[in-house]
């Protein structure tokens, strides 16, 4: 599996654009804050990594109406990736070219304004656009249609691993004979009823204080944060010399009977067979950094058991923009990519690393020589999920 990355956008609650955020990231910003979008005096959970200053000017305005925020997001990402790429659509025939991205569920804040409209008025004042703006293959229906995409094309819902999973189908689409692959993912559930459905996990921070909110692999994890955004990323045969290349992929589920981080171990062991690569040869660990003290120490254990203790630089930028879903690791992705570009590795924000996990963890932006990037996600149900992006 060699499949190159030509261009690259993002959007994140620390820029509106990929240098904007890549910048702030390696200042030690963070995005998290006070949630604004919606009253959340009524919720255990009043911390979020918001996009705040969002305008979908570039979109068309009939779009509007008829979209949710995270699908006017995920297309304003994804012409910048095309943009990046240089690729000229006119000059490509419209079935070489194919879309993959990942979702979570649909547009959630669409949706619970619709359903309110159903439950207060009735359904004659439910909008027709619901009966796609809800739905989780909106934003690769509505990307393939803005960029004249007719290639073959998909979503993958494997809840926070779906972001690095579309990555690697698409990948694979590529060997199939798309000539080009707009995947990645951008999401966002921030409204009343994403929060409550996050909450109902049991795993979103309670801290009303932004810096200690979300700190994963800290010995004061008690949640993550909810985040919204992501990275959209375009895909081909052949590279243009500026970025790396999607090497390998692994993917399990758990067997609740397993010692915990065994799935994960497992899809790391499988995306170094898939590259060809030894454990040796991974400078860089992106980690899922679920925020909880059980899933970070599976996780470490995982880590250490493949890479030995404190050995591997293991970082989670994600810190600084909570966790957006399926959008979370398809912009670990582009972070990836962005680090070995700059031979840079960029911070875990406000964490004290945990000396007990035996991680590696790197809390300042680093300087070090950089050829291949593992990237780890999980989902809620048992997805595990390993990618890795090198030169």
């Not at 000229?88 to 879309?99: E, I, K, T």
């Not at 996990?201 to 200690?212: E, F, N, P, V």
């Not at 979370?328 to 964490?351: E, G, K």
């Amino acid at each position: 599996m060699t499949a190159h990355i030509n261009g690259i956008d993002i959007i994140s609650p620390l820029g509106l654009s990929r240098e904007e955020h890549w910048k702030a990231l390696l200042d030690g910003c963070s995005g998290l804050g006070p949630t604004q979008s919606f009253d959340s005096t009524r919720y255990d959970n009043p911390i979020s990594g918001e996009i705040l200053h969002f305008a979908p000017d570039d979109l068309p305005k009939r779009l509007l109406p008829a979209t949710d925020r995270m699908t006017q997001m995920s297309l304003v990402a994804a012409a910048g990736a095309f943009d990046d790429s240089g690729v000229d659509m006119s000059q490509v025939a419209p079935l070489d070219v194919g879309v993959m991205t990942a979702a979570t569920a649909g547009g959630y804040a669409f949706g619970q304004k619709e359903l309110q409209n159903l439950w207060s008025k009735g359904p004659k004042y439910v909008s027709t656009h619901q009966s796609y703006a809800w739905f989780y293959a909106v934003n690769t229906g509505q990307i393939s249609i803005r960029h004249g995409c007719q290639g073959h094309s998909g979503v993958i819902v494997a809840d926070d691993a779906g972001g690095l999973d579309a990555i690697a189908f698409a990948a694979r689409r590529l060997a199939r004979g798309n000539q080009i692959m707009l995947t990645g993912s951008v999401d966002s559930t921030m409204c009343p009823w994403g929060r409550v459905a996050h909450a109902s996990t049991g795993r979103l921070s309670k801290s009303a204080d932004a810096r200690a909110a979300y700190l994963p692999f800290d010995e004061r994890a008690a949640g993550w944060v909810n985040g919204e955004g992501g990275a959209h990323l375009v895909l081909q045969p052949h590279s243009d010399g500026r970025y790396a290349a999607v090497l390998g992929h692994g993917a399990t589920v758990d067997d609740p009977r397993a010692t915990p981080g065994t799935g994960l171990g497992q899809a790391i062991r499988i995306a170094l067979d898939a590259a060809r690569l030894r454990p040796g040869d991974i400078q860089v660990v992106f980690a899922d950094a679920a925020g909880t003290r059980e899933a970070d120490r599976a996780e470490a254990a995982a880590l250490t058991e493949i890479f030995g203790p404190d050995s591997v630089p293991v970082t989670a930028p994600k810190a600084a923009t909570g966790r957006m879903g399926c959008g979370t690791a398809s912009l670990d992705v582009a972070m990836a990519v962005l680090a070995i570009r700059d031979q840079t590795i960029p911070p875990t924000v406000n964490v004290e690393a945990d000396e007990s996990l035996r991680v590696n963890l790197c809390t300042v932006a680093t300087q070090q020589p950089i050829t291949n990037v593992l990237v780890l996600a999980r989902g809620v149900g048992g997805f595990n999920s390993a990618l890795i992006v090198g030169t």
